[in-house]
Structure formats: C-alpha cells, structure tokens
C-alpha cells in the first residue's frame, strides 16, 4: 500500500481545468520534491513535472505542479482527450528508503 | 535520439531467476544515473531500484533488497536487473528509465519488458 494517497479517478470535459491531488508525510513529501509522471495506455510513463513545479522541455505549459508542506497537486488546464490515462506522484521516502510512487489517479476525458 | 530498450523477460517459474538487460543509446550512458520501475497487472509504479552513473551507489527500497541486483556495463551501455528467488508477485512489466539531473526523477523511459512468475 502507497505511503503517497492520491484519489483513484478524476474527469473533466474537453476545455475544463482538473486538479489531482497527492498525500504524503514529512517522511517524504514534507522532505522531498515531488514528480509527476502521465502513464497513457499502452506506453511508457512520461516525465510531466519535476521539482514540485518544474516542467521538462516538451511538456505543455497546461501542465503545472505545485506543494504544500506534505501535500502536492497537479493542474491540467484545457483538457484534451489525449490527456486520459493515469497520473502517479512520487517522491523520495525515508521509511522506504528509496522512491515512492502513489497509487496513481485515472484521468477520464468525457 | 535517446532510446532504451529492456530484453530478457519472459515466463519462469516460482524461485527462478532472470536477468534483464536495458540498452541505451543517443546519449552519454555513463553520464547518467538509472533506473528500474515495474507494474504488475492492474497496479500502479513502483520503483525497484536504481544505480549512479559509475555504478559504486546502488539503492533498493527495503521490500526488495536482497533478491534483486542491478548493474551497469558503461562500456557496452547497458543496464542490468538480475533477479533471483522470483515470485507470482514478482510478475510485471519492468521498465528501466534515466535519472534527470540529480533529481529523483526519470526522463526517457524504455517500453518495457513483461516478467512472468508462475507454475
């Protein structure tokens, strides 16, 4: 079981503005950075955001990240259909002694 | 281009081993520190393990230590996973990815290679 609580779904139409969150704890979240990965059916998972709030070069500006003591979230504004798949935060875990993934958010674009 | 690609999965059966290999291409292999992540069927991410860009630190998560090693081959560019006394849990997709930077993040993944465990 994930250290890192993430909600199981997510929707939005076309256009609307989502947010996921991501729970952790001062073992990880509250110490660490966090990344976001986008998993999409059939392919390898996807470097969206590093850092808490920094996007590699390539991914949209659609997508932000952002961290609040032992939580963090992600926006995606202008929703498209190709942005359904599923979404996982990570970070560093000191109980874990290594990455931890959250439990990963299923983004439904109706 | 940068490019990964894992090989070496396939069916074993419970308290066999495999070994995984991850060969990189398109940039600096040594350069960069790597990466395991795995999914088992219908389950999220989780990390396996992870090696520097010489190979002298190596991380496992506690649930996995002991069973598992990875390596590197900088010379040949590639990646190593061997893994020992598998388990039906043990069965996933496996993928090896690069460390970003000094982040713990991964920036080019490969497509993965399916690992089996079962009788």
């Known amino acids: 079981q994930s250290v890192l609580t993430q909600p199981p779904s997510a929707s939005g139409t076309p256009g609307q503005r989502v947010t996921m969150s991501c729970s952790g704890s001062?073992?990880?979240?509250?110490?660490?950075?966090v990344t976001w990965y986008q998993h999409l059916p059939g392919t390898a998972p996807k470097l969206l955001i590093f850092n808490n709030n920094q996007r590699p070069s390539g991914v949209p500006g659609r997508f932000s990240g952002s961290k609040s003591g032992t939580s963090a979230s992600l926006a995606i504004s202008g929703l498209q259909s190709d942005d359904e798949g599923e979404y996982y935060c990570?970070?560093?875990?000191?109980?874990?002694?290594?990455?931890?993934f959250g439990g990963g958010t299923k983004l439904t674009v109706l | 281009e940068v490019q990964m690609l894992e090989s070496g999965g396939g069916l074993v059966q419970p308290g066999g081993s495999l070994r995984l290999s991850c060969a990189a291409s398109g940039f600096t292999f040594s350069s960069f520190a790597m990466t395991w992540v795995r999914q088992a069927p219908g389950k999220g991410l989780e990390w396996v393990s992870a090696?520097?860009?010489?190979?002298?630190?190596?991380y496992y998560p506690n649930s996995i230590k002991g069973r598992f090693t990875i390596s590197r081959d900088n010379s040949k560019n590639t990646l190593y996973l061997q893994m020992n006394g598998l388990r039906a849990e043990d069965t996933a997709v496996y993928y090896c990815a690069r460390r970003f930077s000094s982040y713990w993040a991964f920036d080019f993944w490969g497509p993965g290679t399916l690992v089996t465990a079962s009788s």
């Open positions: 001062s073992s990880n979240i509250g110490s660490y950075t």
């Open positions: 990570t970070a560093w875990d000191d109980s874990l002694n290594g990455v931890m």
């Open positions: 090696i520097s860009e010489s190979g002298a630190g190596i």
